[in-house]
């Protein structure tokens, strides 16, 4: 069965590349969302086996996001992708539940290798 994932990113272009990236990987994507209000709205109308969740949005930051997640008992694995590398952030977002943390820059195949591992 193919894994299904949400996309959160308020880049457009950040959306494309993970889409692209896991669809050419096998994965279904079956939804993106650009801020923190639609990311939570969507993973529980959606119930994506993967969200890929960016660290900072324009309404939210990610950790707060995981946090409702959490509190909610949403089911999905999250990896959370950002460009906020700092250990203290990386550490915050497994704490609270993150299958991986990637610090973007990154490749197709971490993306994919991290998403099989969630």
Do not use: C, H, W
Request: charged fraction near 25%.
């Amino acid at each position: 069965m193919t894994k299904s994932v949400l996309i959160v990113d308020d880049s457009l272009y950040m959306r494309t590349l993970i889409k692209d990236a896991l669809e050419s990987g096998g994965y279904s994507v079956v939804g993106q969302a650009a801020n923190g209000e639609e990311a939570i709205d969507l993973a529980f109308e959606l119930q994506p086996d993967v969200i890929t969740l960016d660290n900072i949005l324009p309404d939210m930051i990610g950790t707060d996001i995981l946090k409702v997640y959490q509190e909610e008992g949403l089911k999905s694995k999250v990896v959370m992708i950002s460009a906020v590398g700092q250990e203290s952030v990386v550490n915050e977002g497994l704490r609270l539940g993150a299958k991986a943390y990637i610090v973007k820059p990154f490749t197709n195949d971490q993306l994919v290798e991290a998403i099989n591992k969630a």
